[in-house]
């Protein structure tokens, strides 16, 4: 039986730095609130020139060097972004360039928030039927560039940044189960209205932002992390208490402390990154988990729970344990 397992990881984050407090001089918010209503302390914000391939490069091969791959050995790549550089080209294949990769399959997916678990989810069945043997999964977005700055409801809250990690095909079980689902109902609740096929307008206000209606998430993102968590537990026969780790989507601290309070999971056994880097959408999980694995708490051979969910909605979960530290060579 092949697996697959996660045999490098990465991260990138831009140098530009936002604070709660830079954002009281634009616009009618304060630190305390944001901290209060969303645990964010800062974000990194792209500047002028870095983009998501850019990002996503810096991830990827930081991740390529942990798990000590050149770019001959990679045989797949899968992004997840709901902003990339282009309408077309994906921006997968813009990155596979950078990298000096040849002919295997390049592709972008776009699952918002759940774009990096969609394309996990993907890597897996490819590795698993031998579609692939070393695969690279990235996610990289610059939100800020959808973002309305003058929107306070919605502005505190994004991030940019990418993470990356490289798959490949393994003996022992490294991923366990992976899960992914959409429910088109909610398509109005969280979205950029804007697009290619229904037009820009850009005399249109607020048309290629994000808009959410942010409670109406916030209920349906504690209740998924809920039952995802449980729906892939029951799928391996196991038990909450197996997961070591819980890896949420970075969105909210009261989403992440809600959820984990629903699962009766203590919050030192939950990674929360989302004080520094805010919600960064599909590069959350990847950037969380690089924190965690580098000099964090996550240890070989643990197991982990990563679940996201987002605009669609999406939300997906993948049950792993963590074989080789990341860092070490193999
Ligand atoms: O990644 C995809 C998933 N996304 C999410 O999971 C996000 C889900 N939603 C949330 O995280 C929260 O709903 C928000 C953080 C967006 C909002 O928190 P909330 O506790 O639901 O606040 P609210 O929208 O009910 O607003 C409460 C008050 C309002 O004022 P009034 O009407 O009570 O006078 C808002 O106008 O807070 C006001 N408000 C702000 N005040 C200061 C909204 N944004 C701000 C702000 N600064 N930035």
């Known amino acids: 039986m092949t697996y697959a397992r996660i045999a490098g990881i990465g991260s990138f984050l831009p140098e530009k730095v936002v604070t709660n407090q830079d954002l009281e001089t634009t616009m009618d918010t304060s630190d305390e609130w944001i901290r209060e209503r969303t645990g964010i302390k800062r974000r990194h914000i792209a500047v002028d020139g870095e983009t998501t391939s850019s990002m996503g490069l810096i991830a990827a091969r930081r991740a390529m060097d942990s798990a000590g791959v050149g770019p001959d050995d990679i045989d797949l790549i899968v992004l997840g972004t709901a902003t990339p550089d282009k309408i077309f080209p994906a921006t997968a294949c813009i990155i596979q360039r950078q ?22 989810d993907l890597a897996n069945r490819f590795i698993r039927t031998n579609g692939a043997r070393t695969a690279l999964v990235i996610g ?17 809250l994004f991030g940019d940044g990418a993470g990356a990690v490289v798959l490949e095909a393994s003996d022992e079980p490294g991923i366990l189960a992976t899960h992914i689902h959409a429910d088109g109902e909610y398509e109005e609740l969280l979205q950029v209205e804007q697009g290619v096929s229904v037009g820009f307008d850009v005399t249109r206000a607020g048309g290629a932002y994000i808009k959410m209606e942010g409670n109406a998430v916030f209920r349906r993102a504690v209740a998924t992390f809920d039952n995802i968590a449980r729906e892939t537990v029951a799928d391996l026969d196991g038990h909450l208490d197996d997961i070591d ?37 599909g590069a959350s999980i990847p950037l969380a988990l690089d924190v965690a694995i580098g000099d964090g708490p996550i240890q070989r051979r643990q197991t982990l729970l990563l679940a996201a969910f987002g605009a669609g909605f999406t939300w997906c979960s993948a049950m792993l344990r ?6 070490e060579p193999k």
């Open 140 to 156: 990289s977005e610059t939100l800020s560039r959808i973002t309305d700055w003058q929107d306070r409801g919605t502005a505190v």
């Open 99 to 120: 990298l000096g990769v040849k002919g295997c399959p390049a592709f972008d997916v776009h699952a918002a928030c759940s774009g990096f678990l969609y394309g996990l």
């Open 245 to 281: 780790w819980f890896v949420p989507h970075q969105a909210n601290m009261r989403i992440i402390k809600a959820a984990a309070k629903k699962l009766n999971m203590p919050m030192d056994r939950v990674v929360a990154t989302v004080d520094e880097h805010a919600n960064t959408s």
């Open 322 to 327: 963590y074989g080789e530290r990341a860092s």
